[in-house]
């Protein structure tokens, strides 16, 4: 049984937040990602742009399986700032997402509760800013034929919802197609059958 749903929820683009409490700044920041690679870049971006910044703590879901799904408090109280994130995310049904929150120490200890609120209220914020949308798992194949099995490739790309992403057209001919993921048993089925 597939793990991959038929659709999920996530962000069209990046988004900022802000939160306040007793002269402490939280600015949040939501990020449309695809893999830990775009993830650490994204991180390694703020903590560039934000040097003097006390903390920087984010949680992150990736796919559809809770091993997926990440948080880190970057130093502040265990529990405190990565899990109220995660919590949000996990609430709101996001996937592929990265919520990070930058405190800049305003001189008053807020506490564990008064932390796990404000990076909370952070995270809820960016999300709020977010455009949040559907979007359809898809597949991407390549394929090679040969240029005399052209018109039966062709009568499966129109007979099902196919996408060609790329085309070489030569005596031996490769096409990536693009289909959505719900639909990938049956056309890979006739795809294999050439």
Known sequence: ????????????????????????????????????????????????????????????RLGFTPEEARSNDDGEPSGSAGKPILNTILSQNLHYVLVAVVRYFGGTLLGVPGLIQAYKEGAVDALEQAEI??????????????????????????????????????????YELKYASRHAAEIDASLDNL
């Open 1 to 60: 049984m597939s793990l991959i749903p038929d659709s999920y929820l996530t962000i069209a683009k990046p988004a900022e937040g802000l939160y306040k409490d007793k002269g402490s700044k939280f600015i949040s920041w939501a990020y449309p990602v695809k893999d830990l690679e775009e993830i650490k870049s994204q991180l390694t971006a703020l903590k560039e742009a934000h040097p003097k910044a006390r903390h920087i703590c984010y949680a992150y």
């Open 133 to 174: 949308y559907e979007k359809e798992p898809m597949k991407i194949r390549s394929i090679q034929f040969t240029y005399a099995q052209m018109n039966e490739v062709m009568k499966i790309c129109k007979k099902h919802p196919i996408t060609i992403v790329n085309q070489v057209i030569d005596n031996l001919c490769t």
